[in-house]
């Protein structure tokens, strides 16, 4: 009944950026130019892997994966951004909210788990070459796939279960341009201790533990790398693993600022500068990493063309 007194009789209102109003317009037409260009990009990603055999490998196989998550990620978060920049009321709905805050980390975390995928493959790919098609197998793909999907969407759900159930009674203005969990749990009226306990928790096992089994994977490389490989392979061999390095540090790095700092370390316009480089930059520059540091990709295309 508290709770119901509280949340589900008014909307929140996502603040998003602090700026004039003239200066909405120019930001909306510079987001939805890198949102248009974004999924575009992903798009090209998807149909690329499905119509080149050529790369009909493992390793394209999770790139491909990645983008598709990329462009849920896009399509949960900036179209609402990008309608808010233009209205007056700048609101959404509790349960709008909701599904959104649990969009948002059913995608990042199955994306981190993506990554730790592809580094495993990476590690096979080079520390295991002779067992690698064994390894890697169609099934074991597919099942990394589906698995880092239900990881990220059982943390998802529980931790939107346990954000949405307290009363929310100080205010309904989330000083962000999307349902970010620590803005959120700045308007609840209960002690959010626990909950902020739960989310190290969470936070440990969608960012850190995937990130530990990357750098496991990385130093096993590095390690094969170095100690059997002549000049010419290692620089082949490194060049490959660039991409994804990459896009392993924007990604965790970003991820990891925004919620294993301390709470007194907190800033709202810090959060949202991390906000927009995870939500709006980062995948606009995870296709093109991908695409121009690779010269499978790269040939691929020049044979469509």
Excluded at 104 to 114: K, T
Excluded at 166 to 188: G, K, M, Q, V, W
Excluded at 204 to 226: C, K, M
Aim: aromatic share 14%; glycine share 4%.
């Amino acid at each position: 009944m508290e709770r119901s007194n509280y949340t589900q009789t008014h909307d929140f209102i996502l603040v998003g950026f602090s700026l004039d109003p003239p200066y909405h317009y120019i930001i909306f037409v510079i987001f939805l130019c890198i949102f248009m260009i974004s999924l575009l990009a992903h798009m090209f990603i998807i149909l690329l892997y499905q119509f080149s055999p050529n790369l009909h490998n493992p390793m394209y196989f999770f790139i491909a994966n990645f983008s598709f998550l990329e462009i849920c990620f896009l399509l949960n978060i900036t179209p609402q951004m990008l309608i808010n920049l233009l209205s007056k009321h700048k609101t959404i709905t509790f349960y709008g909210c909701a599904m959104q805050m649990n969009c948002f980390l059913l995608v990042g975390g199955a994306e981190c788990y993506m990554l730790a995928a592809m580094a495993y493959d990476r590690y096979n790919a080079i520390c295991h070459p002779l067992l690698y098609n064994t390894i890697m197998r169609k099934i074991v793909c597919i099942r990394l796939v589906i698995g880092s999907w239900l990881i990220g969407t059982i943390l998802g759900i529980l931790q939107t279960n346990l954000i949405f159930s307290l009363p929310f009674c100080r205010s309904n203005r989330i000083n962000n341009f999307y349902c970010d969990i620590s803005p959120l749990l700045s308007l609840a009226c209960n002690n959010t201790q626990f909950n902020e306990i739960i989310l190290l928790i969470l936070t440990i096992i969608i960012v850190v533990l995937p990130f530990i089994l990357t750098v496991i994977s990385y130093a096993n490389i590095i390690w094969t790398i170095l100690k059997h490989h002549s000049a010419g392979m290692r620089k082949k061999a490194f060049s490959t693993c660039t991409s994804h390095l990459i896009v392993v540090s924007i990604s965790y790095g970003s991820s990891s600022i925004m919620y294993l700092r301390p709470k007194s370390r907190y800033g709202m316009d810090e959060d949202k500068f991390l906000s927009l480089m995870y939500a709006i930059i980062g995948p606009l520059l995870n296709p093109f990493i991908y695409c121009l540091r690779n010269n499978d990709v790269i040939n691929v295309v020049k044979k469509k063309i």
